[in-house]
């Protein structure tokens, strides 16, 4: 009898133990779904706080851009309103722009930089941005185009200064001596002329290698020194029109070609020599390739159209050399001297020495009256010490990106 009650017992003390267990269970369970509520509710309401912070911020930023571009406006309004001589307002709007980095191009002067890209394939040029205007993130994909469009500023035109400060006395040449037209003249806007009512320039290059804040571009028109106001990627599909037309006189081919470029036996030798220090700084590899690029640059007759048609002599016997001193030119610096001569008739057109300055070496030539050319001598321009880029994008700098192409 003892021994059934005890089972009995047992059995009890198993079942309030699993009822036991149980409501502890559920007493839990409750706890936990209820301080979920909590945290949910807590959740969603800071939630709706983070929301209303960022809305307010929102507004912020927006009452903020507002009134900044305010102040542009009333800036550029401020510009707009300058008096001139007679004390009226001006009616020009400027719009302020700083460029963004520096064309490093292996064309020292205007004087031979092509009349438009992609004529010289070999011209080099090193477009080097402002680090604290261009973070090098800014470049991240642009290595997958393979040319882009590059915007500058035709910072070696005379009369700059005039036509940006003093727009009222800066008179606009409405037509503009062409090449193509043998002097002929035709609309500014029908043209590439660098002297335009705001002077600023587009050209396309390829893109050859990046490092960090600098491109390494080809197949340039850029004379060194030239301030860069933008950049943008060349996009086949949109900037290459099929159908798109132009006047006759721009299509025709070899207008400008002369009929060869020959290089005297002392030539080589002369460039070799200048070429221990020029090397150093250039954007070729050996003088071999600068020689390439000379007979690039000289197979389209770079002269002016004042040389083709009104060729000056300095001397009694027709020549025109010139010094390095006289064409002061170094890291891309110019100094225009106007030489004083007569008018050479075409039989001495053989005896003038003309010049071409890139990378620092002064290459002269002489041409015939069938266009014939013939590089005579390079020397070595003496520069500055103290103007030497120590971080010149050179060759070296370039060579394992170019390796990779």
């Not at 010149?392 to 390796?403: C, F, G, I, P, V």
Request: proline share 4%; aromatic share 6%.
């Amino acid at each position: 009898m003892s021994t059934v009650q005890g089972t009995k017992w047992v059995r009890l003390s198993t079942i309030a133990l699993s009822v036991t267990a149980a409501a502890v269970s559920l007493t839990a369970a409750y706890f936990s779904i209820s301080s979920r509520r909590r945290k949910s509710k807590a959740l969603a309401s800071r939630i709706r706080e983070l929301e209303a912070s960022f809305d307010a911020s929102l507004s912020s930023v927006s009452s903020e851009r507002r009134g900044r571009i305010r102040a542009q406006q009333e800036l550029r309004q401020a510009l707009a309103t300058q008096s001139n001589s007679d004390g009226a307002a001006a009616a020009a709007s400027y719009y302020p722009m700083v460029p963004i980095g520096t064309v490093r191009s292996c064309f020292s002067t205007r004087n031979g930089t092509p009349r438009q890209p992609q004529l010289v394939p070999l011209s080099r040029a090193c477009l080097i941005f402002d680090p604290t205007r261009v973070p090098s993130e800014a470049l991240e994909g642009l290595a997958d185009y393979s040319h882009c469009w590059v915007l500058y500023v035709f910072h070696m035109n005379t009369n700059l200064d005039k036509s940006w400060k003093e727009p009222s006395r800066s008179k606009l040449k409405a037509k503009v001596r062409v090449p193509r037209l043998k002097g002929g003249k035709m609309g500014v806007f029908a043209t590439r002329s660098p002297h335009r009512p705001s002077p600023i320039g587009l050209s396309v290059a390829k893109v050859e290698a990046l490092d960090r804040h600098a491109i390494l571009l080809s197949g340039v028109d850029l004379v060194d020194g030239t301030p860069v106001l933008d950049i943008k990627p060349y996009l086949p599909f949109s900037d290459c029109i099929q159908d798109a037309t132009a006047p006759a006189w721009i299509k025709e081919e070899n207008a400008l070609a002369v009929a060869s470029v020959s290089f005297s036996t002392d030539f080589p030798s002369s460039l070799s020599k200048c070429w221990t220090t020029a090397g150093k700084q250039s954007l070729y590899a050996s003088a071999e390739d600068f020689q390439s690029l000379i007979k690039q640059v000289l197979s389209w007759d770079i002269r002016s159209l004042s040389q083709q048609t009104r060729p000056h002599h300095a001397s009694g016997n027709g020549d025109l050399s010139l010094s390095a001193m006289e064409l002061g030119v170094c890291n891309g610096e110019e100094s225009h001297r106007a030489l004083n001569g007569k008018k050479a008739s075409s039989q001495l057109l053989t005896d003038i020495t003309y010049h071409l300055v890139m990378e620092g070496v002064d290459i002269s030539y002489r041409i015939d009256g069938n266009s014939n050319i013939t590089v005579e001598n390079a020397a070595a321009l003496l520069c500055d010490a103290k103007n030497v880029d120590k971080d010149h994008y050179n060759y070296s700098r370039w060579r394992e990106k170019l390796a990779q192409k």
